[in-house]
């Protein structure tokens, strides 16, 4: 049975949480949304490492701490992001968090215990589509060589970043993407590849990571989305490593990637389970889908050909974002 977080959006964005709920996955598939609800305004994403929790407060601009405390979690203060709708959050270290915000496209840098932001790099830039009418990052992502890559959808930018010793990030590289594309999701495949989710355009791209220059090394369209009338949400990777899920919003469902050996292809598209899949969780053989306008978590039983079985459904409001403990 895993233990399960659920960010969700607050009145001040449109939904009705009341902040982080408590949820646990049993192995049939129940989903059982119970315990406290740890109480902040829309922590429309959540980032857990050791004993401690971020969630971004996206309609307030903030970030909120939380450390373990026993079997659950303890308010450890908030703090000011200095960007506006920060909407996903990655651990750089313990004590250190980036944070990107898609109102003005900034990354800022906080530290455990700081009362505001380290640091603050600017978003620039913008692209064709009418929703691309400024820098609207995302995304963070850490490598294993200790790279962070951000990603901007309004700008068609993935930008590297290195760490040095002060813990400060320097922008030292930026991959022109194809305009249109809106990147905004990435994974890391078993190939030491990186899956890249492209919003706008509805379609995956593959990277290369290596070296100094990364390279696209596959474009591949999502099975059932439309551009121009779907959005692509999010990733997640089944438990073997043989599939990637993406949500698309819109045409509310799941388009499934088989990854082989010479490539990604897409396979089948399967109902969402309801309106607007926002973020999706493998959980072992399960996959959780947060459908954010319908109020509902939809779990589907991964079956042995990659293919999605919808097994339940519950209720939670406007979620966005399942996390696994």
Do not use: K
Not at 51 to 61: C, I, K, M
Not at 291 to 309: E, H, K, M
């Amino acid at each position: 049975m895993s233990s399960l977080l659920i960010g969700a959006y607050g009145a001040d964005m449109g939904g009705g949480a009341a902040g982080i709920a408590t949820a646990r996955s049993a192995p049939d598939g129940t989903v059982v949304v119970a315990g406290p609800v740890l109480a902040c305004p829309s922590p429309s994403w959540l980032a857990v490492r050791g004993d401690r929790l971020v969630a971004t407060l996206e309609g307030t601009g903030g970030l909120a701490w939380f450390r373990r405390d026993g079997d659950g979690w303890a308010a450890d203060g908030v703090v000011a992001t200095g960007g506006r709708w920060p909407c996903h959050a990655a651990f750089l270290d313990d004590d250190t968090v980036a944070v990107a915000s898609y109102g003005d496209g900034a990354i800022t840098v906080l530290r455990h215990g700081g009362t505001a932001p380290a640091q603050r790099l600017e978003g620039s830039g913008s692209g064709p589509l009418p929703a691309q009418d400024g820098p609207h990052a995302h995304h963070v992502h850490v490598l294993p060589d200790g790279r962070v890559l951000t990603l901007d959808l309004g700008a068609d930018r993935l930008h590297v970043h290195a760490r040095g010793a002060d813990g400060r990030l320097e922008r030292i590289d930026s991959l022109a993407l194809p305009e249109g594309t809106g990147p905004r999701d990435l994974i890391a495949l078993p190939s030491g590849e990186l899956a890249l989710l492209g919003e706008w355009s509805c379609e995956l791209l593959i990277l290369d990571p290596a070296g100094i220059d990364f390279e696209i090394v596959q474009i591949l369209a999502l099975p059932g989305a439309t551009p121009g009338a779907d959005q692509a949400a999010a990733l997640s990777l089944s438990a073997d490593g043989r599939h990637l899920y993406a949500g698309v919003r819109g045409a509310d469902l799941v388009s499934v990637i088989a990854l082989e050996d010479d490539g990604a292809r897409g396979i089948a598209s399967v109902p969402s389970g309801g309106h607007w899949p926002r973020h999706l969780l493998v959980d072992g053989e399960l996959l959780h889908v947060a459908n954010q306008l319908s109020d509902t978590i939809a779990t589907f039983r991964i079956g042995a050909d990659g293919i999605p079985v919808p097994i339940a459904a519950v209720t939670t409001p406007a979620p966005t974002r399942i996390l696994a403990l």
